[in-house]
């Protein structure tokens, strides 16, 4: 079985930044064939900057470890999302996952079949905003 996660804001639409996806859409595919779909909530993501559940809020550019992402992504193979900073890039691949990234116009179950069928392939496009 193959287990792929894809970073959502809103468990319908593809996040246009990894770690502030509020939670993770996870999809199983067996014989080709997606068999299983699973919302994942993102306990620590941040809307914002101030007040986003890490007590007093934080600065821009403070790193928050990715220990629990990593922990909540432990068994997919690849997360898609439609940005992604290079320090959290580097570290899903430090914990054996593929990090993608695509266009979060697109819908999660197409993304999902790109990925399945061989049509989406892992790149060092990193997101280079500050946040």
């Known amino acids: 079985m193959k287990r792929i996660a894809i970073a959502s804001s809103d468990g319908e639409c593809i996040s246009t930044h990894f770690g502030r996806s509020l939670c993770f859409l996870i999809y199983d595919l067996e014989a080709n064939e997606i068999v299983r779909r699973e919302a994942r909530a993102n306990t620590h993501a941040c809307s914002s900057h101030v007040g986003c559940g890490h007590g007093e809020g934080h600065a821009h550019g ?70």
Do not use: Q, W
Not at 75 to 98: F, N, P, Q, W, Y
């Open 62 to 131: 403070e790193h928050h470890g990715h220990a629990d992402l990593m922990a909540l992504l432990h068994d997919c193979e690849a997360v898609i999302a439609g940005g992604m900073g290079s320090r959290a890039a580097s570290e899903l691949k430090e914990h054996g996952i593929t990090p993608l990234m695509v266009n979060p116009e697109a819908s999660p179950e197409d993304a999902a079949a790109a990925y399945f069928s061989g049509h989406i392939h892992g790149g060092d496009h990193t997101c280079t905003c500050s946040h």
